[in-house]
Nanobody, 123 residues
Framework: QVQLVESGGGLVQAGGSLRLSCAAS????????MGWFRQASGQEREFVTA????????YYADSVKGRFTISRDYAKNTVYLQMNSLKAEDTAVYYC????????????????WGQGTQVTVSS
């Protein structure tokens, strides 16, 4: 089992920044990719970004490319999401997830999920 705990969400004005953190514990050697997804009210969960745990290769949704940055601290089993130039449409619950398979943008490919953290961007 892998446990994920997210932190760092909150309320920010448009154009501002936030940094989310996701700390993993448990069988951390078993995962291959860590990612962030988000779900706005009434919408489906969508891919935001992911990072290959061993190589550090990163992947981004077009909607956040150039504004968001995913990074990892290998020693702390923690992944970060730096969000800059936030827009009202970034408002959502953000979820951290871990997958044991190859990189994918499909939520069904991820095996473990955090509880989510709310990000609200006021315009």
């Amino acid at each position: 089992q892998v446990q994920l705990v997210e932190s760092g969400g909150g309320l920010v004005q448009a154009g501002g920044s936030l940094r989310l953190s996701c700390a993993a514990s448990g069988r951390t050697f078993s995962f291959y990719v860590m990612g962030w997804f988000r779900q706005a009210s009434g919408q489906e969960r969508e891919f935001v970004t992911a990072i290959n745990w061993s190589s550090g290769s990163t992947y981004y949704a077009d909607s956040v490319k150039g504004r968001f940055t995913i990074s990892r601290d290998y020693a702390k089993n923690t992944v970060y999401l730096q969000m800059n130039s936030l827009k009202a449409e970034d408002t959502a619950v953000y979820y951290c997830a871990v997958g044991r398979g190859a990189y994918s943008r499909d939520p069904a490919s991820f095996n473990y999920w955090g509880q989510g953290t709310q990000v609200t961007v006021s315009s």
